[in-house]
């Protein structure tokens, strides 16, 4: 490493340091406001957090801060010019709402109410995603202090959605709309993670997501089931081998077209893949599960990263409480979710699942299907410039070798790379044991810091290696 | 039917006529006591109504009557002896607890201060099960007056529960407990119904029920889909792969040993089943449901009274709320019951079930499975001289001729069944449309006297077909 890079590393970290605690304080401030997206008693929340970051934008520096209304919940946009016409733009992508969380689903402390245990920040949002979006307000504070600039060595754009734990439904119309405003050559994803503290990662890809929840209704109300049981189909039944038809033995999606134009791994794929530190007892003791079950033929990485699935987030049917009830209930539904990996188009999986629903549903029962708006999959070729200049950045952030991952998880980042015609960069600092949407979500607060230096490095180095020619 | 006969049912007709206003006016103020042996706030109307029922059948005439504890609600206990050594001993079982009720349920007059409205007696308990008790106290005294006896011709016994409603969590000790006081040669359940008003039938058998619940246990919390999901097993899709696998494609269950001793139907009780007058449409129109679906090779009411079945009564697990929630679920259960047929033992079907359910469980999943106590399946031979008598007795009091069904449903009669070692016979005069358990519940006033005129030829009857032989 140069010895100007040695200062530049030195300098940013100073400046981290020195701003660690305002900087902080401010976050559990955000992390207060329980900007549930999916939640309809939240949308005021959902609004609250859109104006706090604003304002908070505004106080960074950035000379334009807008709340963008949407039909749902407002984004944020944010720019700041570089001054330099030869200077790259890139927008930063990430998202302000959050999952549901009550303290009942097994939170040790309230969800809402940020606490530091052992150097960890507890708060839903704390990495998914608000801790994510906050560390790049410190970055280029550092950026400008470290450079002695008075703007970002690039154009630096964010917008920073509401909507992204609810599936995005109104992202990809305001994209549309805003595409002039939002107009860059690259879009930094801070919306992911890393593979672990100790090896830091940059992810090239994230699957897609296609959601549907399936209602099928048998009788009007429901009936004794020692009167009629055995006799009339039940649809909690019609549900249950709807859900089971839905794998094959080799645990592969049974609905057919659904793989059509799946984009398969590469050989050099897999043995990066295979070279990463993967211990999956450890994966397994993450992913608070006991064994490991997926698609025939692929490793987990594999599976979680670069195959396409089909989930069950949520089944019910009839009754659910103490004790018994003898019914035949009236009706039953399941909520499933199919991640989509590069080549799949989402219009052509729903149509393949409605077709194969709607052929499976027994004689008696009705059946609807409610699908919600789809996120795309994305991939950024591993040698692109831009994705080098973040392993870079990375790479001094964290004094250590950085690698590459996928991501099994989706965001709306594909919306931007089809409308903008951006590639799409992914820069996330949080780690695998944070808990995303689970109780006790959490962030790191080392980590989070390394996110600040990462963003702090990156914006000259992308000025410096992928300028415009004039 | 023979001059004496023909006597006798002109007598025991007369008898009531003259006093069937004093039985009603009686059986309104029963009907008044709100006796909802679920509802803790009825605890003290459910004892006032097993006191009134006590006072009632002293009245009668019955020389022991007692009123019987229990750790819930309370039984009414009366016995009447022949005096002939030779008479057999007959138990009559009824309940003198109702089903919840309120007006705001749909109900077209209050349900605790019953009217009559075109000869119908509309109030909740009407034909479940008061009405259907009371009978047998004009029986008994049309019986007497008849016959100018001053002691019924069998040793007449009577057992009235208060907590059938709530599924009879006493009744078991109770009986096991009694055994001495309640031993019979004959069980005559009075809580059931008949097939229309037009055809008058006598119940056969009741089917039994085992039920359960089956948690399983996946990842130790909800965790992301995006990151796990396709990786790890789901306890949804194994919750669903479960229930699916419960049925083949003929809607047989699967489970190994659960048809083991299944009584078959004989050719000549499908006869006599084919023989009634059976609308399938209208039977779905009464099921409110929009098909016909069940073990392949039978018909539909071979498939309620007489075959064995396995329903989902509920199944739930994971996100259940609007919107979506990308996870892979912590847990999923399914609530089921089996209806079971003469020859199963419950204890058996039991020991299958989990063995077959431990079986399915997928690797990485763990099972819990509850079972609730089981109630027997009970099945009297059509040739059984005791059922020829309630044959009989219902043949002379609607002057028509008796066909014989069964219920699909399950009572706590096969209990006594078990304890005391006496066939149970159904003696019920109610109809499909007397909406038991539901709104507007009634009884038809010419059914309920019906009923009674049935009692009076029935103690006679079965003194002299089935006297002990001295």
Redesign the interface.
Same mark, same amino acid.
């Given at each position: 490493m140069s010895h100007s890079v040695d200062n530049a590393v030195s300098a940013v970290r100073t400046y981290i340091e020195q701003h660690r605690a305002a900087f902080l304080d401010d976050l559990v401030d955000w992390l207060r406001i329980p900007s549930v997206s *999916?939640?309809?008693e939240h949308a005021s929340d959902v609004r609250c957090s859109a104006d706090w970051l604003a304002a908070e934008l505004k106080e960074t520096g950035f000379p334009t801060v807008e709340v963008w209304p949407t039909p749902g919940a407002p984004a944020v946009f944010a720019e700041w010019p570089s001054g330099d016409p030869q200077a790259p733009t890139v927008l930063v992508y990430g998202h302000h709402d959050v999952? +549901?969380a009550a303290r009942e !689903? %097994?939170w040790s402390s309230e969800p809402f109410e940020p606490v530091v245990r052992e150097n960890r920040l507890y708060a839903r949002g704390a990495a998914d995603d608000k801790g994510q979006v906050f560390f790049h307000t410190l970055g280029v504070r550092a950026h400008l202090a470290a450079t002695g600039r008075t703007a970002p060595a690039v154009n630096l754009k964010l917008l920073i959605e509401g909507e992204e734990e609810?599936?995005s439904p109104h992202f990809r119309a305001l994209v549309e709309e805003r595409a002039g405003r939002l107009a860059a050559d690259a879009v930094i994803v801070s919306d992911t993670g890393m593979w672990s503290a100790d090896t830091p990662t940059v992810c090239t890809g994230m699957?897609g997501?296609a959601?549907c929840?399936i209602r099928l209704h %048998? +009788? !009007?109300?429901d009936?004794?089931? #020692?009167?009629? %049981? #055995? *006799?009339?189909?039940?649809p *909690?039944?019609a549900?249950?081998?709807?859900? &089971? *038809?839905?794998?094959d033995e080799h645990?592969r999606v049974t609905v057919p077209g659904f793989y059509d134009g799946v984009v398969e791994l590469t050989d050099r794929e897999r043995e990066l893949f295979a070279e990463l530190p993967f211990d999956e007892r450890q994966w397994?003791r993450t992913?608070? &599960?006991?064994?490991?079950? #997926?698609?025939a033929g692929y490793t987990?990485l594999e599976?979680?990263w670069a195959?396409p699935?089909?989930?069950?987030? #949520?089944?019910?049917? %009839?009754?659910?409480g103490p004790?018994?009830?003898?019914?035949?209930?009236s009706s039953?539904?399941?909520?499933l &979710?199919f991640?989509l990996v590069a080549g799949q188009d989402p219009d052509h999986v729903e149509k393949a699942v409605r077709a194969w629903v709607t052929e499976q549903v +027994?004689?008696?029962?009705?059946c609807e299907i409610v699908f919600?708006p789809a996120t795309r999959p994305c991939l950024t070729p591993l040698d692109h410039p831009a994705l080098r200049s973040v392993a870079r950045a990375m790479g001094r952030a964290f004094g250590a070798p950085v690698r590459f991952t996928r991501?099994?998880? &989706?965001g709306p980042a594909a919306d931007l790379q089809e409308v903008l015609g951006a590639p799409v960069l992914f820069l996330g600092i949080s780690v695998?044991s944070d808990g995303?949407?689970?109780?006790d979500e959490k962030v790191e607060l080392d980590l989070l810091l390394k996110g600040a230096e990462t963003s702090a490095h990156l914006w000259g180095d992308l000025a410096e290696h992928w300028s415009h020619v004039p």
């Open positions: *999916a939640q309809p999952q +549901p !689903d %097994g609810s599936g699957r997501l959601e929840e %048998g +009788p !009007d109300q009936i004794h089931s #020692g009167s009629f %049981g #055995g *006799a009339v189909p039940n *909690a039944t549900v249950a081998r709807l859900v &089971s *038809a839905l794998h645990a397994l992913a608070q &599960s006991y064994a490991a079950h #997926g698609e987990t599976r979680v195959r699935t089909a989930e069950v987030n #949520g089944i019910g049917g %009839g009754y659910q004790g018994s009830k003898t019914i035949v209930p039953a539904m399941v909520k &979710s991640r +027994p004689e008696g029962v009705r919600a991501e099994g998880g &989706s695998p995303w949407h689970a109780p």
